[in-house]
């Protein structure tokens, strides 16, 4: 399957301040890269869809503005949690589809802690 | 929108018991479903995808099933090991397409006695 790479692999940061999470495709293109959150206990939830070369589609709920995403090249995706609150601590992961079999691969995650 | 629900949130079970982990989900328009295993603080392994067009998939000891008129996905575990002790989480495509992103049960948790 193809290798999703996750940076870094947690983080802990004060309240107000911005941190960036990369997701890079390690073997393939992806034009698709998706951006989910898991707070403790729960699944997976959408955060955003991370198009290459075009603006990202976030979810209902989700704040643009907060959580930017920037998706600059085929095989690197970029979260940046701005201002971020306490509220914000969870576990970040990026996957990237294989069109050819239309299997989601994901990235090993990132933890958030905000103080 | 899609809504995905698993049955059961948690199962214990001895080693070598063979298992079945339930999946069901609201719109049956999908283009596929797909299996995940993950462990404790990880991310997600894929374990089998299942095409709309098949009715299973096989993968060693596993086995899964898709009844999309039912709204249903079985994962089979034959012989159960320690090692598969993990969360097991089923997805659908958010709105049935192939490229969208998944949308996810809460998954099982399942833990093997050795």
């Known amino acids: 399957g193809a290798v999703v790479s996750q940076h870094p692999s947690w983080v802990i940061c004060k309240s107000g301040t911005s941190v960036k999470i990369e997701c890079r495709s390690l073997?393939?293109?992806?034009?698709?890269m998706f951006w989910y959150r898991q707070f403790p206990k729960q699944s997976l939830m959408l955060m955003a869809t991370s198009n290459e070369g075009s603006k990202a589609t976030y979810e209902q709920g989700v704040e643009k503005d907060k959580f930017l995403i920037n998706h600059a090249s085929l095989t690197l995706s970029t979260l940046t949690v701005t201002s971020a609150h306490p509220e914000d601590s969870s576990f970040y992961i990026c996957?990237?589809?294989?069109?050819?079999?239309?299997?989601?691969?994901f990235g090993p995650g990132t933890r958030l802690t905000v103080l | 929108k899609q809504e995905v629900t698993q049955i059961p949130a948690a199962l214990s079970v001895p080693e070598g018991e063979n298992l079945v982990l339930n999946c069901s989900f609201t719109d049956s328009a999908i283009y596929n479903l797909q299996w995940f295993r993950q462990d404790p603080g990880k991310g997600l392994t894929s374990l089998l995808l299942?095409?709309?067009?098949?009715r299973e998939q096989t993968s060693g000891r596993l086995n899964a099933s898709l009844d999309k008129s039912s709204g249903r996905s079985t994962l089979y575990i034959a012989a159960s090991q320690p090692g598969d002790s993990a969360t097991y989480l089923c997805a659908a495509p958010y709105s049935g397409g192939g490229a969208d992103g998944l949308t996810f049960g809460k998954g099982t948790h399942l833990i093997i006695q050795p």
């Open positions: 299942i095409q709309s067009s098949q």
């Open positions: 996957s990237v589809t294989d069109r050819g079999s239309d299997t989601q691969y």
């Open positions: 073997d393939f293109q992806a034009t698709t």
